[in-house]
């Protein structure tokens, strides 16, 4: 019921904010179908600001954490379907909404659809990176699973087979969207991974929507993935799509394109290598060789080589003056024992009877040999000998005169 009013009989405000705030009180909650703008958190709130779609009409409502987790990943520009309750805060008389429940609408309920098989999958481990093989460097035989005559195929062989003219593949031709498809690639997974030729397999399909790629995000696919023994190699779509399947591969392939890039060496480039390592072998080769023939002219122009009696005739020549030394040395010391025997022979002469001798003195000694030093020691007749230097006397004595005895003044 409107308010009557006029200037006479005005309405006092509050009564006018709780008429208002009674009215979008009456709304009630309503659901809206938007697209996300914007999302500001802080500590105890969320502001999530949502556009309609086909106008330009916007509000900002807040909502609780518990409902923006429970809406799995909400980012900027994803389509939600919201639960608004609008009320009135009376203290500054504005229009605001709660948010009381938030799903994602269309592209985005597939997105967090996939983001929690995502989530579960990975706690199970199969995207692991330990689980992540390493392809063969050439591989006998590739395995290739795509749509038959389509682009990617057409991208794969062509570009494999430029890099590696005798690259040899096992093609499984299979639908790659729509309802059959996720059947037929866990047949086709199946199928090359029990064939012993197989070393490596490429799962691969061109661009297109997120439901055209639907096929190798399903649970089966993923898992086939995860249990096959020959290691996969996923070129879905172009770098921005990313289905599950890129997650389980044991290599993801930007392209169709870049996958034969991964999986195949490059004929030219490996042609190159071989002829650098050539090269190199035969510089080192070169080397070795220059070194040992140089090492061999050192020997052969040594002078034990050049003449074999080089070793004798050095020996010779070290022994005869050997011996010279060893005869000098034996001349030294004879010279030096000569010299000595001179000396203690002059000494002995010098101290010898002999030389008194040879100055006019006798010995004289008794008829037994021993010297007499006393006239005390004969008496008269009595036989002596005198040694003179150059022989000897027999003598007796007449009379035996002492010294005291003799005149003063006589010699004796």
Not at 64 to 90: C, F, I, M, R, W
Not at 349 to 371: C, E, N, Q, W
Request: one cysteine or more; hydrophobic letters at 40%.
């Amino acid at each position: 019921m409107a308010l009557q009013t006029s200037p006479d009989s005005p309405a006092p405000l509050r009564e006018v904010v709780r008429g208002v705030q009674g009215w979008v009180d009456r709304l009630g909650s309503v659901w809206i179908e938007a697209q996300v703008v914007e999302l500001k958190s802080y500590p105890s709130v969320t502001f999530l600001t949502l556009r309609d779609p086909l106008a330009e009409v916007s509000v900002t409502a807040t909502v609780d954490s518990v409902v923006l987790n429970g809406a799995g990943p909400v980012q900027p520009s994803a389509q939600v379907v919201a639960e608004l309750k609008p009320y009135v805060h009376t203290k500054a008389t504005s229009l605001r909404f709660a948010c009381t429940d938030l799903r994602p609408s269309g592209q985005g309920r597939l997105l967090a659809r996939l983001e929690q098989l995502r989530q579960r999958l990975a706690a199970e481990g199969l995207f692991d990176r330990e689980r992540k093989r390493p392809l063969p460097f050439l591989p006998r035989s590739i395995g290739l699973i795509t749509a038959g005559g389509s682009a990617a195929e057409r991208d794969v062989l062509e570009n494999s087979r430029r890099r590696w003219p005798a690259a040899t593949f096992t093609v499984r031709n299979v639908p790659v969207q729509g309802q059959q498809a996720g059947l037929e690639i866990i047949t086709a997974i199946g199928h090359l991974d029990r064939d012993p030729s197989v070393e490596v397999i490429v799962i691969a399909r061109g661009g297109g929507s997120l439901e055209d790629l639907l096929a190798f995000s399903d649970e089966g696919v993923v898992r086939a993935a995860a249990a096959a023994r020959t290691p996969i190699v996923s070129a879905i779509g172009h770098e921005t799509d990313t289905p599950l399947l890129d997650h389980v591969a044991d290599l993801r392939a930007s392209t169709p394109t870049d996958a034969a890039r991964h999986i195949l060496p490059d004929a030219r480039e490996e042609a190159r290598g071989v002829q650098q390592a050539r090269q190199r072998l035969d510089r080192a080769i070169g080397n070795l060789l220059g070194a040992e023939q140089q090492r061999l002219d050192q020997l052969r122009h040594r002078p034990g080589l050049a003449n074999p009696l080089y070793g004798f005739e050095l020996r010779h020549d070290q022994i005869t003056a050997l011996r010279d030394r060893a005869r000098r040395s034996v001349q030294n010391r004879l010279q030096a024992e000569g010299s000595e025997i001179q000396q203690a022979l002059a000494r002995v002469r010098a101290m010898s009877p002999k030389a008194t001798l040879d100055r006019g003195y006798a010995i004289v000694a008794d008829a037994d040999g021993a010297t007499v030093s006393s006239v005390d020691q004969v008496s008269p007749d009595q036989a002596l000998t005198l040694r003179l230097a150059d022989g000897d006397l027999w003598v007796a004595v007449d009379e035996v005169i002492p010294r005291s005895t003799e005149p003063e003044g006589e010699q004796p």
